[in-house]
């Protein structure tokens, strides 16, 4: 693996239900699972981890090019509505994500800084911009 990829580790603990972890990382990890009927909600599905990352990614680089720019900003909330539907061979797909973040300047003289930080900050996200490209995954199943 490169030095600038990023480790996540995934162990079964029952049916769809798993234990994520992040090797290196100062954190504990989460269980994840698939949401009922399938699985039994035990955490997050895949669905909105995706959608979790989307929204993180998206909110900190608003959050960072508004600190680049010298332009303080009310605190951020924002909200990650995911939408799955079925692509052309009946397969379920993540078929659209719709970001809001809730924030302003905190000074309306930094109005115009601001706007332009919010027109620009979506080009340096690493997360959606890779997502919105569609990212080749490679992968392979193999014995323990």
Do not use: K, W
Request: glycine letters at 8%.
């Amino acid at each position: 693996m490169s030095p600038d990829a990023t480790d996540a580790e995934l162990s079964q603990v029952e049916r769809f239900e798993f234990q994520a972890r992040f090797p290196g990382a100062p954190y504990a990890g989460f269980e994840v699972d698939e949401p009922a009927p399938t699985g039994h909600d035990a955490g997050p599905g895949p669905v909105r981890t995706l959608a979790l990352a989307v929204g993180h990614c998206m909110s900190s680089t608003l959050v960072s090019t508004c600190e680049r720019a010298h332009v303080p900003i009310r605190p951020v909330r924002t909200i990650v509505r995911a939408t799955v539907g079925r692509n052309e061979r009946g397969r379920l797909r993540v078929t659209n994500l719709e970001v809001e973040i809730a924030t302003a300047p905190l000074d309306e003289g930094d109005r115009a800084r601001f706007d332009h930080c919010v027109e620009i900050f979506p080009d340096f996200c690493t997360v959606s911009g890779a997502v919105r490209a569609g990212i080749p995954i490679a992968h392979r199943v193999a014995p323990p």
